[in-house]
Each structure stands twice: as C-alpha cells, then as structure tokens.
C-alpha cells in the first residue's frame, strides 16, 4: 500500500519560504507523477503542481513561479517550496501521488502564514 | 484556465435516494484521440483528505463502491449516487486533467435530509 507524509513547518512568516517535504513508502518514487495541492481552511482545492521522478515539472501559473518542486530519489521523497508566501499562502497542503487525477494523497498538513 | 463549475452547492437526499451532481467544464476535457475525458471525481469528508471514486469520467476506483457512478462528455458530467447511504455524507469535488493548470469545481456539500 502506498502511503504520503507531509512533513515541514507549520507557521511560516510572511515575505518567508515555505517547505514541505513528502516521504513516500510502499513504492519507487521512480517512474511516477507526484503532484502537491492546497486547500485555504473552508475552501476548495487548488492545484499547485507535479513533478516527474526525473524532474520535470508543471506549476500552476497562478503561483506566478513562486513554486518549486523536486524530488530526491535517494530518500523516496519529494517537496514542495513556496517563496515570497502571504496570508493567502495559508492552507492544508496535500502531497498526492499521479500526474493526472490524484491518489494517493497525504494527511496534508496546516501551514499558517503569520508574524 | 478551464474553469469547472459544480451544480448545485449543496444537496440534501433521504437515505436509499439517488443523488446526482453536475459538473461543467468551460472547454471540452474530450481528448479525440483517444476518446476519453480528463475528469475525475473527488469525495472529501470532514477532516479527511480527498479520496478519488472517478477517472476518466466514468471509471470507478478500485474499492469504490458500485453505487457511485460518473457519466457526461465533452462539457457535462455527472456524479450520481444510486442509493445514499449515510457513510456518503461528504463535498464531492470534480477535477479536469486535461490541461494544466489542472482546476477543480469549488464543491458540492451532501447532506442527509
């Protein structure tokens, strides 16, 4: 069984990066899609991204390129990192496995953008 | 974008009743080549991360059960619930993977009336 743990800081100051990390078991993270999502408390689901196991990436323009995702294939890990955050960045980010629809997904963690 | 909206925002059906949600896309997701739909279905419950039932517009998940069903092409899909069962109560959401930015609909609310 495939599972995803988020992992990273949960308050995060504003102008600040965020960074989550994404440990993978039950599965390579070779050869697969990985892709991270957030959703605002209350709100809807936003797609952020996904990379491919050999790098390549595709990001929501929306972000206006604050997004980075990369993957370390040695720690079966994947992550996310969002720089410049504001308020608005504060949500429950998912990371997901696949490049098109999602699953498995993560817990998602609570990340809180305040001073 | 392809912007995805959900119809209605919330529903409230009686247990053993069909529940059906509608979900429009504002470009086909209609792949002609291959003649599938980048859509998928999402059920979320209270504090849970989403779980998805439905791929390719009508392909149930494996371990979903049969009483969910999607349906639609092109434009207009269609989540239903054969039977609601209270385990059910949840926000379904739908998804296009057909160009990224992939987008979802805000969200349809189930309730039990």
């Known amino acids: 069984q495939v599972r995803l743990q988020e992992s990273g800081p949960g308050r995060v100051k504003p102008s600040e990066t965020l960074s989550l990390t994404c440990s993978v078991s039950?599965?390579?993270?070779?050869?697969?899609?990985w892709s991270w999502i957030r959703q605002p408390p209350g709100k809807g689901l936003e797609w952020i991204g996904y990379?491919?196991?050999?790098?390549?990436?595709n990001y929501n323009p929306s972000l206006k390129s604050r997004a980075t995702i990369s993957v370390d294939t040695s720690k079966n890990q994947f992550s996310l990192k969002l720089s410049s955050v504001t308020a608005a960045d504060t949500a429950v980010y998912y990371c997901?496995?696949?490049?098109?629809?999602?699953?498995?997904w993560g817990q998602g963690t609570l990340v809180t953008v305040s001073s | 974008d392809i912007v995805m909206t959900q119809s209605p925002d919330s529903l409230a059906v009686s247990l053993g009743e069909r529940a059906t949600i509608n979900c429009k896309s504002s470009?086909?997701?209609?792949?002609?080549?291959?003649?599938?739909?980048?859509l998928a279905w999402y059920q979320q419950k209270p504090g849970k991360p989403p779980k998805v039932l439905i791929y390719?517009?009508?392909t149930r998940q494996s371990g979903v059960p049969d009483r969910f069903s999607g349906s639609g092409s092109g434009t207009d899909f269609i989540l239903t619930i054969s039977s609601l069962q209270a385990e059910d109560v949840a926000v379904y959401y739908c998804?296009?993977?057909?160009?990224?930015?992939?987008?979802f609909g805000q969200g349809t609310k189930l309730e039990i009336k």
């Open positions: 997901t496995g696949g490049g098109r629809w999602s699953d498995p």
């Open positions: 039950g599965r390579s993270i070779n050869n697969y899609y």
């Open positions: 990379t491919y196991s050999s790098g390549n990436t």
């Open positions: 470009q086909s997701v209609l792949y002609s080549s291959n003649n599938n739909n980048y």
């Open positions: 390719w517009a009508s």
């Open positions: 998804q296009q993977y057909y160009s990224p930015p992939y987008t």
